[in-house]
T-cell receptor, first 114, second 113 residues
Framework: GEDVEQSLFLSVREGDSSVINCTYT??????LYWYKQEPGAGLQLLTY?????DMKQDQRLTVLLNKKDKHLSLRIADTQTGDSAIYFC??????????????FGGGTRVLVKP | DTAVSQTPKYLVTQMGNDKSIKCEQN?????MYWYKQDSKKFLKIMFS???????INETVPNRFSPKSPDKAHLNLHINSLELGDSAVYFC????????????FGSGTQLSVL
C-alpha cells in the first residue's frame, strides 16, 4: 500500500506462532483491520481493533496496536496449514465529503509448513 | 447464496476491446466498491458508490466507467483495454461508514493480450 507497509513473506512451522507486522500513517483512523485472502478468493475481514485499544484477543488471534509508533501486529497462535494465505492490514482514512476510505497494505504471504 | 457475486470470473481479451464486469450484492448494503489487485497483490481502491451516488473516484483513467443502476449493483465498463489493465478486479460492499467491514466478491481475473 502507499503508506501502509507490511513485510512481504512469512514462513512458519505448523503449531508455532506467527506474527505479522504493519506500519501505518494516519493517526486519525478509528479502526484498524486485518483481512485474509485465500488463493483464488476475495478478502475477508479477519479481525479489527478500535484505535483507543492497545490489544484485542479473539481465539487464536491477538492484535496489538502501538499508536505512538503507528504499529499494528497480528499474532496467530498454534498456526495451522489452513492459515496459509495473504494477510492485509488496513487503515481507514476520512475523505472529506466522501466518508471513509480503506487503505490496504501490500499484504504478507504466510506459508505454513507441516 | 453468494453475498457479493461478480461475473465473469475470468476475462481474456485483446488490446483495444471494450469489456464489462458485473457485480451484485444481496446484503442490502448501501456502499459498493471496485478494487484493483495487481500481480504483486497490491490492492487499490478505484471507485466507491453510496446509494447509487459516486463518492470516491481515485486516479483512474477515463476509460474506466462505473455504473450503478441501483444500490445492489455496481458494474465496471472498460473502454480501449490496454496491457496494463491486466489484473484481478474485486467488487465489494459494506453497510456502515466508519466501520469498514467489507464483503468481497471472488474477483474477476482480466487478461489483456
Amino acid at each position: 500500500g502507499e503508506d501502509v507497509e507490511q513485510s512481504l513473506f512469512l514462513s512458519v512451522r505448523e503449531g508455532d506462532s506467527s506474527v505479522i507486522n504493519c506500519t501505518y500513517t494516519d493517526s486519525s483512523s478509528t479502526y484498524l483491520y486485518w483481512y485474509k485472502q485465500e488463493p483464488g478468493a476475495g478478502l475477508q475481514l479477519l479481525t479489527y481493533i478500535f484505535s483507543n485499544m492497545d490489544m484485542k484477543q479473539d481465539q487464536r488471534l491477538t492484535v496489538l496496536l502501538n499508536k505512538k509508533d503507528k504499529h499494528l501486529s497480528l499474532r496467530i497462535a498454534d498456526t495451522q496449514t489452513g492459515d496459509s494465505a495473504i494477510y492485509f492490514c488496513a487503515e481507514s482514512r476520512m475523505i472529506k465529503a466522501a466518508g471513509n476510505k480503506l487503505t490496504f497494505g501490500g499484504g504478507t504471504r504466510v506459508l505454513v509448513k507441516p | 447464496d453468494t453475498a457479493v457475486s461478480q461475473t465473469p470470473k475470468y476475462l481474456v481479451t485483446q488490446m483495444g476491446n471494450d469489456k464489462s464486469i458485473k457485480c451484485e450484492q444481496n446484503l442490502g448494503h448501501d456502499t459498493m466498491y471496485w478494487y484493483k489487485q495487481d500481480s504483486k497483490k497490491f490492492l487499490k481502491i478505484m471507485f466507491s458508490y453510496n446509494n447509487k451516488e459516486l463518492i470516491i473516484n481515485e486516479t483512474v483513467p477515463n476509460r474506466f466507467s462505473p455504473k450503478s443502476p441501483d444500490k445492489a449493483h455496481l458494474n465496471l465498463h472498460i473502454n480501449s483495454l490496454e496491457l496494463g489493465d491486466s489484473a484481478v478486479y474485486f467488487c465489494a460492499s459494506s453497510q456502515e461508514q466508519g466501520f469498514e467491514k467489507l464483503f468481497f466478491g471472488s474477483g474477476t481475473q482480466l487478461s489483456v493480450l
